[in-house]
Structures are given as C-alpha cells and as structure tokens.
C-alpha cells in the first residue's frame, strides 16, 4: 500500500509563510506526477499546486501563481508546498496526492492516492 502523509501546517497570520511536507511510503511507492489541494469551510476542493515525476514542470493556479511553490526532493520521497504571502482566503485543509503517472496532471480524477490533510490557518 501507498501512504501520503502530510505535515507543516498551522495557525499563521495574514503575509506570512508556510511550508507544508508531503512523505511518500509504501512497498509500491513511486515517486509519480503529485499535487497539492485545499479544501476551505464550505468550498469545494481545489489543487493549487502539481508537479510531474522528475520535479522539471509545474502548475499553479492563478489564484496562488506567485505566491506558492511546489518541489520535490526524490532523496527524501517528499514533495514541498512552499506558501507565503498567505492570505486568510488560503484558509483550508490541504491535501497532497499522488497520481499514477509520469507527466505534469491538472486534472483532479487522475490523482488516486490522497494524504489526511493538514490544516492552514491563516489569521487576519
């Protein structure tokens, strides 16, 4: 089995950062194209973040392009969400996820594999 386990949030206020860690694990692990989301009170669930396997291309929505950065150390079967800026409408439980695949995934029915989460609250 595959386990993604997410870990680095926290309460932050408003311009400030936050790095989330996403550690893979599992006898069939692989280190395939992974992606963050967030999900806010009452909203849907919503990447902000992919990266393909080899960590060479990435994708950001616009609504944290500029602001977040997604990486991956395969050393340490970890992908990074560097966040900063944040604002209080970054408020949300993010989730990373994996998907089968080599390539760059934007859609979110190709992600397969999904951590717990791990709250971000970011305060006025």
């Known amino acids: 089995q595959v386990q993604l386990v997410e870990s680095g949030g926290g309460l932050v206020q408003a311009g400030g950062s936050l790095r989330l860690s996403c550690v893979g694990s599992g006898r069939t692990f692989d280190p395939y194209a992974t992606a963050w989301f967030r999900q806010g009170p009452g909203k849907e669930r919503d990447m902000v973040a992919a990266i393909d396997r080899s960590g060479g291309s990435t994708y950001y929505p616009d609504s944290v392009k500029g602001r977040f950065t997604i990486s991956r150390d395969h050393s340490k079967n970890t992908v990074y969400l560097q966040m900063s800026s944040l604002k209080p409408e970054d408020t949300a439980v993010y989730y990373c996820?994996?998907?089968?695949?080599?390539?760059?995934?934007?859609?979110?029915?190709?992600?397969?594999?999904w951590g717990q989460g791990t709250q971000v609250t970011v305060s006025s």
């Open positions: 996820a994996l998907a089968p695949k080599f390539g760059l995934q934007t859609i979110a029915a190709m992600y397969t594999t």
